[in-house]
């Protein structure tokens, strides 16, 4: 079974990578991207907060699992000028980096986590889960803020005009990114409805989802972030080595 959803996710990641290349390509040929700096396109700039907000949290996850700061920065710079490419492609990367027993257990658990990483006085770096509920319900805000005032100046997004060929490659290059969210939270969910609520959210309200989805997580001040990427409730760690041998850091 779990073979099997290795299998499908790297079919569904390569092919949202290919599917995003030929969009950026198209988009390029119609009118070489001039649509993309339209300072009157309220929306569009709507669209890039909102792509650029769950952009940023894959970004975290890139410095999370990445052991070099060199490496996670190029990947985030990367994920700035090319989006879901690089999620799809770095997932697919991680996936074919598995080995077949960590495909067999728990494939998305080992593509998820990473080692330990340590400064040089061996203390464990990461931010408090306090300042990163400070950071993303301040980012949630700023989204519904954004979002209210364009719809009152600029009225309903639903038009004609609205759809240029930045805003359909963006808009794209924003939803193969909430697929990779999307499968994260189906991993994340006991329940299939509540995984299927939750993914109807990110669909529907973008970012506003992913931060409102990322608060709801129970962490404790003394634990650490990273705990928001696993479900703990489907997995003992201590009654199987090879997860103990990557424990959650």
């Not at 929306?43 to 410095?63: M, P, Q, R, S």
């Not at 490496?71 to 490419?85: H, K, P, T």
């Not at 329940?191 to 669909?203: E, K, M, Q, R, T």
Request: aromatic fraction near 14%; hydrophobic fraction near 55%; charged fraction near 10%.
């Amino acid at each position: 079974m779990a073979a099997s959803v290795v299998v499908a996710l790297k079919t569904l990641f390569s092919l949202l990578a290919c599917v995003m290349f030929a969009t950026l390509v198209w988009a390029i040929a119609m009118d070489g991207l001039a649509s993309c700096v339209d300072l009157r396109a309220r929306w569009l700039f709507v669209a890039y907060i909102n792509f650029y907000i769950n952009v940023a949290v894959i970004g975290v996850w890139f410095v999370y699992k990445e052991s070099s700061w060199m490496r996670a920065v190029v990947l985030i710079l990367l994920e700035i000028m090319f989006g879901s490419i690089i999620t799809s492609g770095y997932i697919v990367i991680q996936l074919f980096k598995l080995s077949p027993e960590e495909s067999s257990k728990d494939p998305l658990y080992f593509v998820l986590v990473k080692h330990e990483k340590r400064d040089a006085t061996g203390h464990t770096m990461g931010v408090s889960s306090v300042t990163s509920r400070i950071i993303i319900s301040s980012l949630g805000c700023f989204m519904l803020g954004t979002f209210i005032y364009v719809l009152i100046v600029d009225g309903s997004p639903f038009r004609t005009q609205v759809f240029s060929t930045c805003m359909i490659g963006t808009l794209t290059d924003f939803y193969f990114n909430v697929v990779a969210l999307s499968v994260w939270v189906a991993y994340k969910e006991s329940s299939w409805i509540s995984a299927f609520l939750w993914i109807l959210s990110l669909v529907c309200f973008g970012s506003i989802g992913t931060c409102v989805y990322i608060l709801r997580q129970n962490l404790t001040p003394q634990q650490p972030v990273s705990l928001v990427l696993f479900n703990n409730n489907k997995r003992d760690l201590s009654s199987d080595p090879l997860l103990m041998a990557h424990a959650i850091v």
